[in-house]
């Protein structure tokens, strides 16, 4: 089923936890294009991006999902991004 956002997701968390078996990152990025009002895709996409160190991506990701995620989804987004933009040091974002 590779148009199934949830799937995607699911699919990244396991190479997130296995990263020799392949790129959690392009797993994440495809759900986010499948879903691209679906929270949790662009969580879990900023979250890997953490994971390697990608802060300025995971921040983008956070405010691209912010800006297209369901109105009852947003918060997590938003509380996301407003924790990793205050652990970066980037309090004016």
Not at 58 to 86: F, M, N, P, Q
Request: aromatic share 4%; proline share 3%.
């Amino acid at each position: 089923m590779p148009n199934d956002a949830e799937l995607r997701v699911f699919r990244g968390d396991i190479l997130a936890s296995q990263p020799a078996l392949g790129d959690a990152l392009a797993e994440y990025r495809r759900a986010v294009d499948i879903a691209p009002n679906w929270a949790i895709a662009y969580r879990s996409l900023a979250a890997a991006q953490m994971g390697r160190k990608q802060v300025d991506a995971a921040l983008e990701t956070l405010k691209t999902g912010a800006s297209r995620v369901r109105r009852a989804e947003a918060d997590g987004v938003l509380s996301d991004l407003a924790g990793l933009s205050e652990s970066a040091g980037r309090h004016e974002d």
